[in-house]
């Protein structure tokens, strides 16, 4: 009706500087409710094509600045976004369905230090230079920024991973057009009412909604955006790496992961447990980084699983406004039938599900009965080569196996197509180095888990991804290397 569809957010992009509306549009749901809140523009080539054009004027100006001019129009947006962060974490709660608590404590404060960060570290790179006196020569290396970056994003960690990408691409000197996820689009339409305040000129950053197959297609297919940096599944990614071959594109590529947590015994479980839980059950189980694959030495193998099973039964799940909430919705009704069909697959092969999805029953407040919850999940008894072992489940569902050596347990944690991330658990430094050495695995986490530097690279190996993005890496890859040779 047309009352209902008044009271609709409408997002509309935001393009040259000016928000400008689109003549279709996609619902968008708030995942605790079930309910058709927003509405995303359904951009496509046109829409694509307009905010290229904005961005390729906006980029002689904006190149030619200084990093430190760069850099203060960064630290003013970190200022202007931090300054709304409630405003902030509410709407990416309600889009996305995470708690309230992960979004004020982990998604906002990240976007916040994600354009601090790069507006500090743009300012500190050196280039390289060499000398070859026998040929009166020097060498030296001269970067210049690309161009038109295209940006494309998940709905995980929408405005996290948004931000980490239009950092440094514009702290660099480039100009982007990004798109991010269709479900998850409202933070990034905030912060574009920022970014004139800011003082970021019209047409450095455009941002174009719409569906990955159609405005993200149109982005990776634009000849005049010569890199694409992309966060999300493998299968997108090898979509992405075919069309953008005719451009020889240059490609960053965070996908998915599939991670273990290797547990010895002597590991200091009253670190291992809490950290354990929350590497596998953190925003659903929503994050590419998330444990889903526990392995545990024989010989504390009952006793970790007896502590785990008690613990992850009282994470709570509800409404994800509720400050004391746990775990809060799936992104979508799909997802969360994925996710249970992984559960289901598992005990058809005969495996355990020892809490959590069909085992346990989950109370919802009245206004959620139609949201997408599902329990803290954890299964045992499961095979490697089970689907639930190899595959990522991208939700709230973890798997426990034992084992008994080091080279045993080396081989099993590789024994899959991912390799993004894995935590390592031991009190014996040796073994910890040596372990650390041999996964497959582009982040290895011991005795804790998600710490992390930015000036260090992030990045999977594998089906995980190609490229590394960081202070340095990210420098790089926004970046055009020259060597220019001097002879007097
Ligand atoms: P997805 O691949 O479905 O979508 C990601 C983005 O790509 C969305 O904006 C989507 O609209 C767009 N897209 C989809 N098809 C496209 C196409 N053909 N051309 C261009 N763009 C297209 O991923 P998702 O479901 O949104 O996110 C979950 C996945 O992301 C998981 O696999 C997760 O592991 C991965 N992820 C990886 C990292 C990392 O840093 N490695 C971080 C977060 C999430």
């Known amino acids: 009706t047309m009352a209902h569809s008044k009271a609709l957010l409408v997002l509309e992009n935001f393009i040259a500087g000016k928000f400008v509306p689109c003549s279709s549009y996609i619902d968008s749901y708030n995942p605790s409710t079930g309910?058709?809140?927003?509405?995303?523009?359904?951009?496509?080539?046109?829409?694509?094509?307009?905010?290229?054009?904005?961005?390729?004027?906006?980029?002689?100006?904006?190149?030619?600045?200084?990093?430190?001019?760069?850099?203060?129009?960064?630290?003013?947006?970190?200022?202007?976004?931090e300054h709304d962060l409630e405003?902030?974490?509410?709407?990416?709660?309600?889009?996305?369905?995470?708690t309230i608590l992960f979004a004020r404590t982990v998604d906002i404060p990240r976007a916040v230090y994600n354009f601090r960060f790069f507006a500090s570290s743009i300012l500190h790179h050196m280039t390289e230079c060499t000398q070859m006196a026998t040929e009166g020569c020097v060498h030296y290396t001269s970067r210049t920024p690309v161009g038109v970056a295209g940006l494309i994003s998940p709905w995980n960690l929408p405005l996290y991973l948004l931000t980490w990408k239009i950092a440094p691409a514009i702290a660099c000197g480039n100009t982007v057009v990004a798109k991010p996820s269709e479900m998850t689009s409202v933070t990034a339409w905030m912060m574009c009412k920022l970014l004139e305040k800011a003082g970021v000129p019209h047409g450095v950053v455009n941002v174009v909604f719409g569906m990955?197959?159609?405005?993200?297609?149109?982005?990776?297919?634009?000849?005049?955006?010569?890199?694409?940096?992309?966060?999300g599944s493998t299968l997108t990614a090898q979509r992405i790496m075919e069309k953008s071959a005719p451009h020889c594109k240059r490609l960053s590529l965070e996908l998915?992961?599939?991670?273990?947590?290797?547990?010895?015994?002597?590991?200091?479980?009253?670190?291992?447990?809490?950290?354990?839980?929350?590497?596998?059950?953190?925003?659903?189980?929503?994050?590419?980084?998330?444990?889903?694959?526990?392995?545990?030495?024989?010989?504390?193998?009952?006793?970790?699983?007896?502590?785990?099973?008690?613990?992850?039964k009282k994470w709570k799940v509800g409404n994800p406004l509720d400050p004391t909430v746990d775990v809060g919705a799936l992104i979508s009704k799909e997802h969360l039938e994925k996710v249970r069909s992984y559960v289901k697959k598992a005990q058809a092969e005969g495996a355990q599900v020892l809490c959590g999805e069909g085992v346990d029953s989950l109370a919802l407040p009245s206004g959620n009965q139609r949201g997408y919850f599902m329990l803290p999940t954890v299964i045992a008894e499961v095979k490697d080569d089970s689907c639930c072992m190899q595959e990522e489940i991208f939700g709230p569902v973890t798997c426990?196996?034992?084992?008994?050596?080091?080279?045993?347990?080396?081989?099993?944690a590789n024994s899959v197509k991912y390799g993004l991330a894995a935590t390592v658990w031991s009190s014996n430094v040796g073994r910890v180095h040596r372990v650390a050495q041999k996964l497959q695995a582009g982040l290895v986490w011991t005795n804790c888990w998600l710490i992390r530097d930015l000036n260090l690279p992030f990045g999977g190996m594998k089906a995980s991804g190609i490229g590394r993005e960081g202070g340095k890496d990210s420098y790089e890859f926004f970046t055009e290397v020259k060597t220019i040779t001097i002879k007097h």
């Open 35 to 81: 309910e058709v809140y927003c509405r995303v523009p359904d951009s496509g080539k046109e829409e694509v094509e307009a905010a290229v054009k904005a961005a390729k004027a906006a980029f002689p100006i904006w190149s030619s600045k200084s990093p430190l001019e760069r850099s203060r129009v960064l630290n003013k947006l970190a200022d202007l976004i």
């Open 256 to 312: 998915g992961g599939k991670n273990p947590a290797i547990i010895f015994d002597d590991a200091d479980l009253s670190q291992c447990i809490p950290t354990t839980l929350r590497s596998s059950f953190a925003n659903q189980g929503e994050i590419c980084l998330c444990t889903s694959r526990i392995f545990v030495q024989r010989g504390i193998y009952s006793e970790f699983l007896k502590k785990f099973v008690a613990e992850a």
């Open 87 to 98: 405003a902030f974490a509410q709407a990416e709660s309600k889009d996305q369905g995470k």
């Open 400 to 412: 426990v196996v034992a084992f008994d050596t080091e080279e045993e347990v080396i081989e099993r």
């Open 212 to 231: 990955g197959t159609k405005a993200g297609e149109a982005l990776v297919c634009h000849p005049t955006v010569p890199l694409i940096s992309f966060t």
